[in-house]
């Protein structure tokens, strides 16, 4: 045996809902794989044909028509090059994530994915009927196999495939991101290549669906699990593999390898992915952010200015009597820094007028956080002002660990259209600061060096009211993201009253979360699709 298929991966972000939109791009980068790389096979991602992932959009009879009309207009219009999409197949009551192999008007192959995750952010098994017959086809000689994402987890679909004749699989996937995932991903698809002794061709796309972000990293690797190509994350491209038969062998010939971000680097890239397409693909003229002086705007600024541009960003600081001189210098300053619009809006006048009307409701009552959860609302009154008069989309500025024990203002700081760092503790918001500022200046030192507060009240600072962040953030990680009782975390150290607070305080701010906007997911487990605790509970954590 002495044959060559040479295959494009298609490392596309494209948009959910968008049947025409996304066929069209698909016509025209086959052809773009046909006549620039010469590729016999071009492969795009899971479920490409309607966007990954569709949710309850499966249900609705007019994708099935749009679907069913893109498949036919890609058979008609793909000549001189095999193509390979992902598409929702229906069949009577049945929906099956699928693909299917297309050449010169004619199918070559058919695969319904056999494993269904049903699992943290995944519902699949909400729509989708399992398959359960491995898919083969042959290319110039060499036999190619078909896998779909979470059955490149499981031993079975790739030894099926491997039964079946495949002496390559190629796996298309729509993996989200999260930190560590391409290390994961390889690490699984290592074990599988052994399993089976195929190399595999892995395809992922990119981009930012509402919560989730997609990180591209598709590569090709050998049955012996070494990676002979990765294509950069977070960029969209169309890359050449070259697959060789020798002997009685295929092999991924060897190719340019991206070398792994690092964690502050993935998860930065991550957040400003996310927060361009969701500006991008909602149409919004630009976006406005209420600039405090803190660490945690001063980064989401910085976010936002990277991902659609410094001109599409305005900004207002909120003064109020409690509101420091260095953090308006440090506000201003980031301002002249990065060349956002920035205005300068006090609210005095406002809270003054509010706590003046509701005088004789608020008499003989001291002032207490009623007071302070005024002038944020009064704040984000302001900004969602500016919103709907401008068109601009507000980013909120919360972390995971405000939003975690309810740190936070409803109606006030957690007014807006979406929380690009809700996923992120304070400790890696200042690791993701200082990151930044590794890229360009763009955040003033003394925000991210000195101590955080929320300036409601003299003198506040936010261990008032919480334990340490060094403190508080591995407390979190390790109920949230690992599900560990008090015993257990009490366990690694910590303080076993702390460590009940915290977690009563995660229990009893269930309700704001619910009204929190949509955020990016960087951890295993975020607040929003993975996260699903009942806001009424009689669930006491053992004291």
């Not at 390559?168 to 996937?173: E, Q, R």
């Not at 993701?432 to 991210?448: C, S, V």
Request: proline share 5%; glycine share 8%.
């Amino acid at each position: 045996m002495n044959n060559t298929v040479i295959v494009a991966l298609a490392q596309l972000d494209l948009v959910v809902g968008d049947v025409k939109g996304n066929t069209a791009r698909i016509i025209e980068t086959a052809g773009k794989a046909r006549d620039e790389l010469h590729a016999d096979l071009v492969v795009f991602p899971e479920l490409s044909i309607c966007g990954y992932p569709p949710e309850d959009l499966l249900f609705h009879a007019g994708l099935r028509h749009a679907v069913e009309r893109s498949l036919e207009e890609i058979r008609e219009s793909v000549k001189g090059i095999a193509v390979l999409v992902g598409f929702p197949e229906y069949q009577g009551d049945d929906i099956f994530n699928s693909c299917a192999v297309i050449s010169d008007g004619e199918y070559l192959c058919h695969y319904r994915k056999r494993c269904l995750p049903n699992y943290a952010v995944f519902d699949e098994a909400r729509y989708f009927t399992a398959g359960k017959s491995a898919a083969v086809f042959k290319l110039n000689g060499i036999r190619i196999g078909l896998n779909i994402c979470e059955d490149i987890w499981r031993q079975a679909p790739i030894s099926a495939s491997r039964a079946a004749g495949a002496e390559v699989v190629v796996a298309i996937n729509g993996s989200p991101y999260q930190t560590r995932s391409q290390a994961n991903r390889e690490r699984e698809a290592a074990a599988r290549a052994d399993e089976a002794g195929v190399p595999i061709v892995y395809l992922n796309m990119v981009g930012g669906q509402d919560e989730l972000v997609f990180d591209g990293g598709s590569f090709a690797m050998a049955a012996d699990g070494s990676i002979r190509f990765r294509a950069p994350p977070f960029e969209e491209g169309l890359y050449r593999v070259v697959l060789r038969g020798s002997g009685s062998r295929v092999e991924p010939e060897q190719a340019e390898v991206s070398e792994p971000l690092s964690l502050e680097a993935s998860v930065y890239r991550a957040l400003v992915t996310g927060t361009r397409d969701y500006v991008r693909k909602h149409g919004f003229p630009g976006v406005i952010i209420g600039l405090s002086g803190g660490i945690d705007s001063a980064l989401v600024t910085a976010i936002a200015c990277d991902a659609i541009g410094a001109d599409k960003v305005r900004t207002v600081m909120m003064p109020f009597r409690y509101t420091s001189t260095i953090s308006q210098e440090d506000a201003a300053e980031q301002a002249e820094i990065m060349g956002f619009r920035y205005d300068v809006v006090p609210i005095a006048p406002i809270y003054d007028a509010t706590v003046q009307q509701l005088g004789p409701i608020f008499a003989g009552r001291e002032a207490d956080v009623t007071e302070e959860n005024i002038q944020a609302r009064c704040r984000g009154m302001i900004l969602m002002a500016i919103s709907n008069k401008t068109g601009r989309m507000l980013l909120t500025t919360g972390n995971k660990s405000e939003m975690a024990v309810g740190y936070a203002t409803l109606y006030g700081d957690m007014a807006g259209g979406f929380a690009p760092i809700k996923d992120c503790s304070k400790t890696l918001v200042y690791r993701l600061a200082r990151f930044r500022n590794t890229l360009g200046d763009a955040i003033p030192e003394r925000a991210i060096s000195r101590e955080p507060s929320a300036e409601l009240r003299p003198r506040q600072k936010d261990s008032d009211s919480l334990p340490d962040y060094a403190i508080l953030d591995p407390i979190l990680e390790a109920f949230i993201e690992k599900d560990m009782s008090v015993d257990e975390i009490t366990g690694l150290g910590f303080d076993r009253e702390v460590v009940v607070r915290v977690l009563q305080l995660v229990k009893h701010n269930e309700y704001k979360r619910r009204q929190a906007p949509p955020g990016i997911r960087i951890s295993s487990r975020a607040f929003g699709r993975d996260w699903r605790y009942p806001i009424t509970s009689w669930y006491r954590f053992p004291g």
